[in-house]
């Protein structure tokens, strides 16, 4: 199940900054909250994670509460080919099956992440 | 040059027949999985590989069995594929070694159409 809630979608004009809001208030201390797009008929792409403080990259800005139940990803100056649906995504600790893999999974810090629905984002000319 | 690459792209069977999706990544990664995107654009992922070793194995049907002859390579193979198995599947990878960035990057994507 997905641990995190985004409006299903948002309008922005060219241009300007689009400012995507996600809640995840049941994320664990040591869990990051990525952002990821994609864009019609791509696979996923990176923008930008975080833990507790902001992140800025070239892609993009990442706003965390101090709480850290919720974030807002920053795309400072809208493109069309921003046009996409942008997922927010907390990073889970990785599926055990058994003590041994455990602990090997420990060391060597394998992750997986649960995709919600995303935003879609339209980038209007 | 491709960093993660999938084929077929497109991918028109019919139901029962047995199929495979070839995944490779140029990234030096470790870890590489397959995700299943449904036709509500809900992506979840399938399985995890690490060193060739499965990590994840998500309530997938045994009917999929994903091989990994080498860290650079995640087959995916599909017996008596189903009208249900219709999505885009998706490989990607990520280094796993002690980083705080565990980024993943995605391939392209296999589109599977079952009739």
């Known amino acids: 199940d997905a641990k995190t809630t985004q409006p299903t979608s948002m309008d922005c004009a060219e241009g300007r900054a689009a400012n995507l809001p996600c809640n995840h208030s049941?994320?664990?201390?040591?869990?990051?909250v990525y952002w990821y797009r994609q864009i019609h008929s791509q696979g996923p792409q990176y923008i930008i994670h975080?833990?507790?403080n902001n992140e800025t990259n070239e892609m993009a800005s990442l706003i965390i509460t101090e709480d850290r139940k919720s974030s807002t990803l920053i795309l400072p100056h809208a493109t069309l080919r921003d046009t996409a649906v942008y997922y927010c995504?907390?990073?889970?600790?990785?599926?055990?099956?058994?003590?041994?893999?455990?602990?090997?999974?420990?060391?060597?810090?394998?992750?997986?992440?649960?995709f919600g629905t995303g935003t879609r984002l339209k980038v209007l000319a | 040059d491709t960093a993660v690459s999938q084929t077929p792209k497109y991918l028109v069977t019919q139901m029962g027949n047995d199929k495979s999706i070839k995944c490779e990544q140029n990234?030096?990664?470790?870890?590489m999985y397959w995700y299943k995107q449904d036709s509500k654009k809900f992506l979840k992922i399938m399985f995890s590989?690490?060193?060739?070793?499965?990590?994840i194995n998500e309530t997938v049907p045994n009917r999929f069995s994903p091989k990994s002859p080498d860290k650079a390579h995640l087959n995916l193979h599909i017996n008596s594929l189903e009208l249900g198995d219709s999505a885009v599947y998706f490989c990607?990878?990520?280094?796993?070694?002690?980083?705080?960035?565990?980024?993943?990057?995605f391939g392209p994507g296999t589109r599977l159409t079952v009739t």
């Open positions: 990607a990878s990520s280094q796993d070694k002690y980083r705080s960035s565990y980024e993943q990057y």
């Open positions: 049941t994320i664990s201390g040591n869990e990051y």
């Open positions: 975080g833990l507790k």
């Open positions: 995504i907390v990073r889970v600790a990785g599926y055990l099956r058994n003590l041994e893999i455990h602990l090997w999974w420990v060391i060597s810090g394998t992750y997986k992440y649960i």
């Open positions: 990234l030096g990664h470790d870890t």
């Open positions: 590989y690490n060193n060739k070793e499965l990590i």
